[in-house]
T-cell receptor, first 112, second 116 residues
């Protein structure tokens, strides 16, 4: 089947630390991969995406590379800020399928 | 501005009552979705619709109903049959037309439903 597995949180970092949130997937076809961010009390916002192997999605200093050989899409940021504190969701969808599969979310807390 | 609106932001209902959550989009998207999110949990798909007048059950459809009479609207009714309805409800939409490459889901701000 199709599923997404994320590292459990919460992840607590000091400001300017390096961030990695792991995401691995299983898919019956060739998926597109996404990272969404959710701030407290709000909906999800698209952070970045990648649609084919070796693509790198990037936005606001965050990056993730689509690794088909390891079925992974890990989220990274070189220097986190307090404002990055949120819950991050990894997700996949399949071509012409329109159904999304979300991970359980990883909460990030950044301390000043 | 294009986007997805959900109303109300907070909703309270008495046990045994049905309640309808609104979701409207002006993005001209064909596909719309309803998710449920419980505290500290991920998203679970309730219903989705890929085209007007058609919808499919998601993973947790029991106790919920939907309609899709207009492209821009996808209301969700939480019925009294839903045993534990207190949650955060998120509506989303995507371009959704067949034959297109996989596309992004865009989310509304959510409705927090509390059963008293």
């Amino acid at each position: 089947g199709n599923s997404v597995t994320q590292m459990e949180g919460p992840v607590t970092l000091s400001e300017e630390a390096f961030l990695t949130i792991n995401c691995t997937y299983t898919a019956t076809g060739y998926p597109s991969l996404f990272w969404y961010v959710q701030y407290p009390g709000e909906g999800l916002q698209l952070l970045l995406k990648a649609t084919k192997a070796d693509d790198k999605g990037s936005n606001k200093g965050f990056e993730a590379t689509y690794r088909k050989e390891t079925t992974s899409f890990h989220l990274e940021k070189g220097s986190v800020q307090v404002s990055d504190s949120a819950v991050y969701f990894c997700a996949l969808t399949l071509y012409n399928f329109n159904k999304f599969y979300f991970g359980s979310g990883t909460k990030l807390n950044v301390k000043p | 501005d294009g986007g997805i609106t959900q109303s109300p932001k907070y909703l309270f209902r008495k046990e045994g009552q049905n309640v309808t959550l609104s979701c409207e989009q002006n993005l001209n998207h064909d596909a719309m979705y309803w998710y449920r999110q419980d505290p500290g949990q991920g998203l679970r798909l309730i219903y989705y619709s890929q085209i007007v007048n058609d919808f499919q059950k998601g993973d947790i459809a029991e106790g919920y109903s939907v309609s899709r009479e207009k492209k821009e609207s996808f209301p969700l009714t939480v019925t009294s049959a839903q045993k534990n309805p207190t949650a955060f409800y998120l509506c989303a939409s995507s371009i959704g037309t067949g034959g297109q490459s996989t596309d992004t889901q865009y989310f509304g701000p959510g409705t927090r439903l509390t059963v008293l």
